[in-house]
Structures are given as structure tokens and as C-alpha cells.
């Protein structure tokens, strides 16, 4: 398929200009992308996903200000089409006349899957930022959160996923190794229609027979494939088969049946074997991905997105976030050296300190130290020490590293062990028995035991830190617009909150797109009208 290109001429009586150029608003997202779309998206921009033969594309400009529009509004493929076809501000966004003839909705999909395999996949999102940079909309403060994105699958059971993923491995194979799979099959009549296979539910004995039964098909399965030369689709069929066994399913007695607890990263689904248990608190918790966004608190431009499991923490995504404000380590090096030979006359002209904020979830030791060493100003919320029942917390005792001692309360110093992974214990034992402060400090037999993070100097830095009456007023200032940007990315259910896609790398795409949607209708209320250059 070769490049399709914009029509450069509008019908004067058809123009969609006609019916939209004085009822919308100066600051509608319609009007931006009508004035700017064939900057921001020209053709051209896009070329390196078509042959140069081929049948004609739809103008990737024209499919580009649908996806974005799709994006902001929460549609899906079959209804953003619809909306181009009969919404004449649509038309006029794309920049064409109220007679220009729409597409198929698998337009979409097929230039989505272009973008993901190329080497720019987020280009959308890059060029709508690269016009707020180009205003000059994005300084050096930073502020992070994260989102729950729920998948776009049913969370399975056991016996589903074990079924499904016996399935998905036959699917792979063909011709004798298929012949081959099938003759060590126990239960070849469970995996022949689609649904659960057939048993008695409510006979316990029916049940651990049918799981069974099926663990022993999948093992057999995995010990047939062994020797035989595998294409990668039946190894990765191979894996989730394996996988889904081993997390789900112990021997006893002989035979195989349903663990009794949930294995680390465990898989939920085999439809979508990358989604995963989350929980965005100890009491809430969803099935899916994080959504993580980076934003420039001045003017709310969403500055980086990512995507990770639902169970994976927050400050993993950090350093892609961060990706423009936290220097290569070489960069690094020569800023410093630079700086330390510069004369104090041009310090007025050195580019800001770059500030990063953001709640706790982000706000670990290695994450804070790198910051630190990066000589960025880091305003990550570092959580407290706990206090069980409002007894005496780690802040109540003084902790000497160099000495490597600790104090009580009571005034009492014991020292302080260090242990292989560079922690501390201090032990304070039975003379916490006569205590007069036993009861404020703890209810153990043994007496207070005192553990000592391995990075104890960064979270006691930044701990320090935000105690500051003037940190807390900044941070309170600050960190919350992250918030509100998140709740304009998630004010549609569908496609929002709700992923409309399988698949790590696909929510990460469509989510990319949800934020270029939002960074553009941000653009058009500020009144930004004029990009730097095409990309």
C-alpha cells in the first residue's frame, strides 16, 4: 500500500468551513487541528510506513485527526467513522469538504499497527508536544502518578486458563506434531469446543479428577514437544502452558489439584497473558494495567506516558517518565565539569534545576538517590516510619550510621548490626522488660527490635525535607494537578478507564494516544496556534 495524500482543494459550496468557522469556539480542539493539521500530521510525516506501489492509502493526516478525535471522545473504531461520515466537525478537523467520502473502521486498526511496529510508534503523541515545547509551554518541573487501566478481558479461572492454554498450543501446531500432541491427550474431548469442559460441578471428587486430568494432558503435552524444533508462536504457546501449570496447580496425595494461594505475578488470563492483579490501595484492588503520565505542572502539558503490569510498583516507570529531565550519566559528568570551570558571572543563564514531584508510590530510596545524583531537586513524598498502634516509630530513636549505634527513647544504646545487604538491626532484648517506656514502645517478649534501611541516609534526607513548612506548601501546590490531568484522561469509561485493546504494548499505544488527544485540546484552550516545523 502506498502513501494516500490530503486533498489540497475544498468544494467553495460544500466546505465544511462554511458551517463551523463561526459557531465554534476559539478554543475547540476542531479548530486547532483544522488550522494546524497539515503541520502537525502531514503526510509526509508518515511515509515510512508505505511502499512506494501500491493501492493509495486514506491521507495519514486525514486517519491521524480521526484517531486523535476518536481518542478524545471515548469511541470506538466503527463509531469515530461513523462521526466522520455525518459530523461536520469532523470534516472540518480533518480539513476536507462535507462531501468527502469516509472509510472502513479497519483503517484504523491497520494504521495502528503500522505505527507499532515502526520505529516511531508514539509519533502523535510526540508531535503535539513538540508544538507546546515550541511554545515554550514545557519548563523543568515534572510531577508523576499513575492510573489503573482495567484490561479488556475476563479474568479465568483455573480450568478455563489450563484448557485455554492446552488450546492455544494445539492451534500452533499442524500436521503430525498436532497427530502427535493429540495421541497423549487424556481428555482430547475437553479442548474440542469452546467453553468449560463437561462435568459435574457440584461433586468435589468431579472436580479435582477433571484438574487432574488436565494438568496431566499439559505435562504430557510439554514432554512430547521436547526435541522437536519449535517456531517461536508454538515456544511462547509452550511457555503460558507452562507457566499457568506451574502457578496454579500442586501434587499431593498423588495427584494434581488447585493451590491453595495466588503465585507471585500471576497470570490471569491467557487471552491476555501480560494483564495482572493491581492494587492502587491495601483495600482497592483490579484487574489490568498502570497507566503512568509525567506532566509540567505549569501548564498541565502531559510531558510522557508508559504503561506497566497492574502489579508492578509505581517507581519502575519513573525513569521513563523522567527520561528528559534526568541526564545520560556521561551528560552528567560533563555538566558538572563544566559548571565547576564556568566563572560565577553566567550563572544567571545556567538552565534551571530540574524539580520532580510526586506521592509516595514513587518516592523509594533508589529512586530519590538517583535524582540526587542527577542534581535534580526531588519532591517525591518518602513515607514515614511506621507506628503500630501509636507506639514509638523509628523517628523516636537516634540512629547513628558512623557509629554505627542506636538509642532509645529511654536513652538507652545498643549497637547496630549490619547485615549482608547493607541493613541494620539494632536489638534492645530483655532489658526492655524494665522499661518504664515498655508500654509507648513495644509488646514483644524479646524487647524492640529496630531495622535500619539499607539507604538510611537518602529517605532520612528526605524525610528531613519534607517535614519544611515551605516543602509542604509547595508540594500541596503542585503534586494535586496530576490529579486533575489524570481524571481528563479518565473522564470516558470506555477507553479511558477501560482498555480497548489486548496487550501491553497496544495499551500503551492507545494510551499514548488518549494523552495527544488531551495535550492537543490543552494547546487549543491556551490558544496555541502555530507549530515549529513538521516532524
Known sequence: MSLGESPKHEDLFLSAARFCEDRLSQTSLYRLLHEQGARLFPDESFSDLFREVGRRSVSPQIVATVMVLQRFEGLSDREAVDHFAFDIRWKYAAGVDVAFPSFAHTVLVDMRARLRESSRPNRIFETALELAKAAGLVGRKRVVDSTALYDAVATQDTVTMIRGAVRALLGQVEGTLQNELRAVLRRDDAYQTAGKPA?????????????DALVR???ALLSALEGHPLSAPVQQAAQLLATVVGQDVEESEGSFRIARRVAPDRVISVVDPETRHGHKTAARGFD????????????????????????????????????????????????????????????????PTPEVYGDAAYGT?????????????????????????????????????????????????????????????????????????????????????????????VLERARRRQRDPQWKARYRATRPKVERKIAHLMRRRHGGRCARVRGKARVAQDFSLLAAGINLARLAVLGVRRASASP
Open 288 to 351: 489490568g494495567y498502570k497507566g503512568h503520565i509525567a506532566i509540567d505542572p505549569d501548564s498541565e502539558i502531559i510531558t510522557a506516558t508508559t504503561v506497566t503490569a497492574g502489579n508492578a510498583g509505581d517507581a519502575v516507570a519513573a525513569e521513563t517518565l523522567l527520561n528528559d529531565v534526568l541526564p545520560a550519566p556521561t551528560a552528567t559528568a560533563e555538566a558538572a565539569v563544566s559548571s565547576s570551570e564556568s566563572p560565577a558571572s553566567n550563572s544567571t543563564d545556567a538552565i
Open 217 to 219: 494432558d499439559a505435562k
Open 365 to 457: 530510596a533508589d529512586l530519590v538517590e538517583k535524582l540526587e545524583a542527577a542534581n535534580v531537586e526531588s519532591n517525591l513524598k518518602v513515607q514515614p516510619p511506621s507506628a503500630r498502634a501509636g507506639k514509638f516509630s523509628q523517628d523516636d530513636f537516634r540512629i547513628d550510621l558512623d557509629a554505627r549505634s542506636v538509642q532509645c527513647p529511654a536513652g538507652r544504646v545498643v549497637r547496630l548490626r549490619l547485615l549482608k545487604d547493607g541493613a541494620g538491626e539494632a536489638q534492645f532484648g530483655a532489658p526492655c522488660e524494665q522499661c518504664p517506656l515498655r508500654s509507648q514502645c513495644t509488646d514483644s517478649k524479646h524487647g524492640r527490635t529496630v531495622f535500619v534501611h539499607p539507604k538510611h541516609r
Open 199 to 211: 462435568c459435574e460441578w457440584d461433586d468435589e471428587a468431579a472436580r479435582e479428577a477433571l484438574i
